[in-house]
């Protein structure tokens, strides 16, 4: 991989990092401003799922930063676009559908089958 493809994809993982960021922190505010004026128990039933599923949404975007941070750190290494299981190009496309991937898509799908056979 050339160098300006080493800084797209360098450019792409920081802007995905800053919009899981703002969104974070949109979502932070959001539960702030709903604070406790939801006398009905209903009412309180349903923010608190609503807390749960913001609260595991961003569980996900957590595990989607460690992940960006990766990738930008194997750009930094020289190891970016190169799969950790064969070592062979992931392959430009792959990368700009997935920029956080390890794998080439032979690895991937061999991967998934073995986790879909194990019951995963
Ligand atoms: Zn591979």
């Known amino acids: 991989m050339n160098d300006q493809q080493l800084s797209y994809f360098r450019e792409l993982l920081l802007k995905r990092r800053s919009e899981i960021l703002q969104y974070a922190d949109d979502t932070v505010t959001d539960m702030n401003d709903q604070s406790d004026n939801y006398p009905d128990p209903t009412d309180r039933a349903s923010i608190e799922s609503d807390r749960n599923f913001i609260l595991r949404l961003r569980e996900r975007e957590r595990s989607l930063l460690v992940k960006i941070d990766e990738a930008l750190e194997r750009i ?45």
């Open 76 to 120: 930094d290494s020289g190891d970016f676009g190169v799969c950790e299981s064969c070592g062979s190009d992931i392959g430009v496309k792959r990368l700009e559908a997935r920029p956080v991937t390890t794998l080439c898509i032979e690895c991937k799908t061999r991967a998934e089958a073995a986790e879909k056979a194990r019951g995963e």
